[in-house]
């Protein structure tokens, strides 16, 4: 882009925050200078959030939302609480010889034990989560406030057409009454001579 473009480029940016925003270009945020240029360019400003979250992703990350997933899933306790019945049952039908007896402090331990391995990663993907809704909240502020400068914009110019029109019409009817001022000359004139004679 030659100096010429940019520095028009860079007015019309100016003069866009001053008008929608109220904004001088040095006040203006970073999201706010992204809008701004993306109007100016008239390019689109949606993109897939959720998409370019989850591709920016561990695998550390996308195994805790798995895990997460499926630790809040019916299968997860429908498939728990077989296991659990399982182990009681086993272990009461044995009963001397039961691996784990009465009151099932293995069967506690591991209880704990998955809990203690469960509770972090949800809270992990919760995390998540949370700065997925917050990514998805960033892009929608950007792509309202676009919609916003578009609409005032389109505003603008359907009021400047709206002025336009409006004095195309006042010049036309000035033609008009200047043609009947004539008109009504040259009668008046034809009268008076008429008259005199």
Known sequence: ????????????????????????????????????EQALGKRALSTDTSLTFDDSSTFGQQLADKVAAF???????????????????????????????????????????????????IMMSQNRQAAKDRLVSSHD????????????????????LRNDEIKQLIAKQQEQIDLLTRLMGARLAETVATESH
Not at 5 to 33: M, N, P, Q, V, Y
Request: net charge neutral.
């Open 1 to 36: 882009m030659t100096d010429t473009a940019t520095d028009k480029s860079t007015e019309r940016l100016i003069h866009l925050a001053e008008r929608f925003l109220g904004k001088g270009e040095t006040a203006l945020t970073k999201r706010e200078r992204k809008v701004l």
């Open 71 to 121: 630790g809040g899933s019916w299968a997860f306790l429908i498939g728990f609480g077989a296991v659990l019945l399982a182990w009681v049952s086993v272990n009461l039908l044995l009963a001397r010889a039961a691996p784990d007896p009465f009151p099932f402090i293995f069967l506690n331990l591991i209880l704990s034990m998955v809990a203690a391995v469960q509770a972090p990663v």
């Open 141 to 160: 502020y950007e792509c309202n406030l676009k919609a916003e400068i578009e609409i005032m914009a389109l505003h603008d110019k359907i009021d400047q």
